[in-house]
């Protein structure tokens, strides 16, 4: 089974700084999708960015950057220019490439990291 | 509709009572998702539709916990005898196909059992 690693739990940065959030997994697959998303109070999952596994180039969304290593098994997500409105929760995601015919079309999260952004 | 919608936003209900959480999600989307937030966890998944069938009920946690899509659009979540544990956001999402490029979430139903 795979599993999903966010290991803090709390971050905080000066707005119009930059952050950066950890995540790493770990998966015997070779062919996943990985995803942030935000929660803000209204509970809402925000999907933020998407990267595809076999993809080499990191993906990008205006000021939200991945940064994708494989093999080590790492996806860490870089907010630039950070603004109020990015506080929230923020939870790293892993889905499988296999498909619903294999049961794989389910999102494994991790635990979390709450941002805040210092005015 | 324009997003996906659930209903109640907040249930309150005693332990051994029974719940149902209603999801509508967007227009056309034929996969549709449950899942369960605890307190400070992320969420974790609990079936999948695809259309009017579940595709996948791996999550569900026991045979209290039952969901339909009989039309393959709105859903219900429903639980029986409800226990304090069961306490938590029940998050429901759609997706036009698969989960390859991310669903849409509703805001969710928080379940408070006392």
């Known amino acids: 089974a795979q599993t999903v690693t966010q290991s803090q739990p709390e971050m905080s940065v000066q707005e119009a700084e930059t952050v950066t959030l950890s995540c790493t997994y770990d998966?015997?697959?070779?062919?996943?999708?990985l995803f942030w998303y935000k929660q803000p109070p209204s509970r809402q999952m925000i999907l933020v960015i998407r990267?595809?596994?076999?993809?080499?180039q990191n993906a990008t969304e205006n000021r939200f950057s991945v940064n994708f290593q494989k093999a080590a098994k790492s996806f860490s997500l870089k907010i630039s220019d950070s603004q109020l409105g990015d506080a929230a929760m923020y939870f790293c995601a892993y889905r499988s490439a296999m498909g619903s015919n294999f049961g794989n079309e389910k999102l494994t999260f991790g635990t979390g990291t709450r941002l805040t952004i210092i005015p | 509709g324009a997003g996906v919608s659930q209903t109640p936003s907040n249930k309150v209900t005693e332990k051994g009572k029974y719940v149902e959480l209603r999801c509508d999600p967007i227009s056309g989307h034929t996969a549709l998702y449950w899942y369960r937030q605890s307190l400070g966890q992320g969420p974790e998944f609990l079936i999948y539709f695809q259309g009017t069938g579940a595709a996948d009920d791996s999550g569900l946690p026991n045979d209290r916990f039952f969901a339909v899509r009989p039309e393959g659009s709105v859903s219900t979540l429903k639980i029986q005898r409800t226990e304090r544990g069961d306490s938590a956001v029940y998050l429901c999402?759609?997706?036009?196909?698969?989960?390859?490029?991310?669903?849409?979430f509703g805001s969710g139903t928080r379940l408070t059992v006392v």
């Open positions: 990267q595809e596994a076999y993809k080499q």
């Open positions: 999402a759609s997706s036009l196909t698969g989960g390859a490029y991310g669903y849409t």
């Open positions: 998966t015997s697959e070779s062919d996943y999708y």
